[in-house]
Structures are given as C-alpha cells and as structure tokens.
C-alpha cells in the first residue's frame, strides 16, 4: 500500500548513543518533514528536505543529523542522544510546499 | 512571539452537537491554514485546510472559516460523533519557503 511509513515503532536507548528512525514513502512526494511532539510544546519542526540532497534546519535541528541520498527516504540520526530527546518523532511528506502533510504514525523514543 | 494558539485545550460535547474549535494566529502574513485531527497513538491527519484568498471552505461534515481581520481560523464539526474524539490542531504557513508551525491542539471528546 502507498503510504508514509516509520520504523521502529519504539525504541529505547541509553545517553550518549548514536540512534536512526527511519522514515520512507512511496507517494514519490518532494517535500518531507521530521517532527517531535511533547506534551506542552505540541509538534515542532527540527528538519525538512525540498528535494533529494536538499534539507533545511526547521525550529530544534539541534542534536540532529538528517540525510536525503533518495526520495523516499528520510533517516533522522540523532548523534548522541540526551534525556531531553526523549519524545515522539513523526514524518511527513507532501507534494508541494502549498499541499497538507501527510503523517506516519510515529516512533517513541525513550533515552535513558 | 509569532504563534499559533488555540482558545481551549479542551472542549466536551454530547454526540449529535455541532463543536466549534477555536484558533488564534498572530501573523497577517501567513497565507495557508490546515486543520489536523490527531487520535492516540497515531500521526495527525489532514482534515481541511484554506488559503487566504478565502474565508470558508467545506467538506464532509467540517467547515473551516478564518477571518483575517482578527487572525481567527475555526473549524466546525456537525453533527459530533464519538469518534470525531481526538485531538486537534491548527497550523499555519507563512508564506513560501517556510514550513508549517502547528499550534498546541485542543481535545475534543464526544459523549453519546
């Protein structure tokens, strides 16, 4: 099935580690996204990508490393994971910068 | 700072009710609104959205009307039904070349 798809669904991980949630679609959409969601701050932006090869800081880029080699896919690394990274990661694609996000689903991740 | 907020971070309604979510935006140059409807444990999902050479839209059963003059986007549910339960969120767009910046989301929960 087409979709947006995010993998793993959980992860734990210990501080100091280097971590990557996987994010890939099969709409061949250009535009795609990587949120965090907290209680209390609601969804922010940390990183997106125009295009393969072209990615921009979003509100929190820092503690993050993303990568665009193919269009489907949008790994977020986090280098060194901290406590405070501890969250809800979504991803999203659209077709255009004018055109709704379509989500996944989402992975928790618990630094400890 | 520029922000995107809702009036109530949650609002309760008996099924059959029509509700009215309410948002508050601050910057006039934002041009695009999307309403999202987020349920446990899943990613947020496109319900409507409007640009702002308009002032109402809508669709199944959901009609969005922002007004400009006051930077208030609301989104109208008729007829509510336990599973419109979820929560909420409103974000908007600056203009192009920038991303979506979510508000903190209200919670509907519907009663039969």
């Known amino acids: 099935d087409a979709g947006i798809t995010q993998s793993p669904r959980y992860k734990i991980t210990e501080t100091g580690r280097q971590v990557t949630l996987m994010c890939h679609q099969t709409?061949?959409?250009?535009?795609m996204f990587w949120y965090r969601q907290d209680l209390g701050h609601g969804l922010r932006l940390i990183y997106y990508?125009?295009?393969?090869?072209?990615?921009d800081k979003g509100e929190v880029p820092d503690g993050y490393v993303v990568s665009r080699s193919k269009t489907e896919n949008f790994p977020l690394t986090l280098e060194s994971a901290t406590r405070s990274q501890t969250s809800v990661y979504f991803c999203?694609?659209?077709?255009?910068?004018?055109?709704?996000?379509?989500f996944g689903n989402g992975t928790r991740l618990t630094v400890t | 700072g520029e922000s995107v907020g809702l009036h109530l971070p949650t609002l309760s309604v008996q099924e059959g009710d029509n509700s009215i979510i309410n948002c508050a935006y601050s910057?006039?140059?934002?041009?695009?609104f999307i309403w999202y409807k987020q349920e446990s444990g899943k990613g947020p999902q496109f319900i409507i959205d409007i640009r702002s050479n308009m002032d109402k839209r809508q669709g199944q059963r959901v009609t969005v009307l922002l007004n400009k003059t006051v930077k208030h986007l609301s989104l109208q549910i008729a007829a509510t039904q336990p599973g419109d339960s979820a929560v909420y969120f409103c974000a908007e767009k600056k203009g192009a070349g920038t991303a979506l910046i979510f508000g903190k989301g209200t919670t509907l929960s519907v009663s039969s």
């Open positions: 709409w061949s959409h250009s535009y």
């Open positions: 910057n006039s140059a934002s041009d695009y």
């Open positions: 990508s125009a295009a393969a090869d072209i990615t």
């Open positions: 999203a694609s659209s077709d255009s910068y004018n055109s709704p996000l379509h």
